[in-house]
């Protein structure tokens, strides 16, 4: 199939991705940015189908990220521990989050199937958590342990004027775990579904100045983009960062797209929901052939259901952004509907930037378009080609592996 033509207006788009092991706060009284958790943990075991439902309970949140020594820095998110529990103490969850390339990555917790009441060091009780297989005889305490995985927290790194807060109070947030929550009692292993679960509200943040992204992850950031480069949309070219396209959860914070520098590879995706096609349903199958190896993807919806730029006057080549910028929120419905991966980073292009003549991001003629670049920002494959046929897996990684086999 070919993908539709777009003229010289056509443009772009981007992502990235952020930042031990640390005993979980108690589970106190929420503090003055509260976080409370919505929905329900599910799973089925041998003993029939488990539902922890959390809703409504307050989330303790203990949280760190790297201070940026000025105004325009960058930081990642250092350390996040959570915890909540119901009423009564049951069915306890701490979370542990350690910074990773593709943001805070979950790397321990427990999840109480029975916990023990203690007095002056001494067992007093035991709550239960109902629905927990083999807790109804229980006698002592049962705890599962957090398997580390995959499994990361979509909370992507502060931005310029917050990095640098000493104490940033993040509110507004909807933190959510990507994949399965995979616990284990000796022989006992349970999968548990996170999408229904999610934590709302606010939290704050301390901010550390050693505070270490990731030991021996990539260092991402626009210092580590090639700062003699010639910048264009052509292969051999670093790719443009002039425009500042706007993140979709926080459509009053624009975004550089030189944070993506620093990754083994970059992918940046030019979306146009006009052109309707399932491309970014294949974003985690293409990423999950190079384990081990960061890719920063970013996704920039240059244009919603309505195309915006007419040529004018007529045959001149040049075009004017005269219909609708994509919204915010469209731009996250785009996101559910196409189950894009939560640390991809979604961008709009509010301000109508990247339908302007000079403006583009990649050479291609051809919709969606995307670009595929080296750690500093040189641009190696662009896609589709000059047959405009629509770029499928094969495509993607192949052109990824050409990134990461470039010189």
Not at 234 to 256: H, K, L, Q, V
Request: neutral net charge; aromatic residues 6%.
């Amino acid at each position: 199939m070919r993908t539709p033509t777009r003229s010289s207006w056509a443009l772009w788009l981007a992502l990235c991705a952020g930042c031990g092991s640390e005993a979980p706060p108690a589970a106190t009284a929420p503090t003055e940015t509260k976080l409370v958790a919505k929905g329900s943990l599910t799973t089925t075991a041998a003993t029939g189908p488990i539902a922890l439902d959390y809703t409504g309970l307050p989330v303790t949140i203990a949280a760190s990220h790297r201070l940026a020594s000025d105004a325009k820095g960058y930081g990642c998110f250092t350390k996040v521990t959570m915890v909540v529990e119901k009423k009564d103490g049951s069915c306890r969850l701490e979370l542990v989050f350690s910074p990773s390339t593709s943001g805070p990555k979950l790397t321990s917790g427990k999840l109480y199937a029975v916990k023990a009441q203690m007095s002056d060091g001494q067992v007093v009780g035991l709550v239960k958590c109902g629905g927990m297989p083999d807790v109804d005889k229980a006698t002592k305490e049962r705890v599962f342990e957090v398997i580390k995985g995959s499994a990361t927290l979509n909370l992507p790194p502060l931005g310029p004027g917050k990095a640098n807060q000493k104490v940033h109070k993040a509110t507004g947030q909807k933190l959510q775990l990507s994949g399965n929550l995979d616990v284990k009692n000796l022989g006992t292993k349970l999968s548990f579904a996170t999408t229904g679960l999610t934590f709302e509200g606010g939290f704050e943040s301390i901010g550390d100045p050693t505070g270490d992204c990731g030991g021996g992850a990539p260092k991402t950031g626009a210092s580590q983009c090639d700062k003699s480069g010639k910048p264009g949309e052509n292969p051999g070219e670093t790719f443009r960062r002039e425009t500042r396209p706007f993140r979709c959860e926080a459509e009053t914070e624009d975004y550089d797209l030189g944070e993506l520098c620093g990754n083994d590879a970059i992918w940046i995706i030019d979306w146009r929901n006009w052109a309707k096609t399932d491309l970014l349903k294949s974003i985690d199958g293409v990423r999950g052939t190079f384990k081990g190896k960061s890719i920063g993807v970013a996704v920039v919806v240059v244009e919603g259901d309505t195309k915006i730029p007419v040529e004018d006057p007529p045959g001149s080549g040049q075009f004017k952004p005269l219909g609708p910028a994509p919204a915010a929120t469209e731009c996250q419905a785009i996101a559910t509907e196409n189950k894009v991966p939560q640390d991809v980073i979604m961008l709009f292009d509010k301000e109508k930037q990247l339908t302007y003549t000079g403006k583009k991001l990649t050479s291609s003629k051809y919709i969606p378009a995307m670009l595929f670049a080296k750690p500093d920002g040189t641009i190696v494959k662009i896609l589709p080609e000059a047959d405009g046929k629509a770029p499928g897996l094969s495509d993607m990684t192949g052109a990824i592996q050409a990134v990461l086999d470039a010189p």
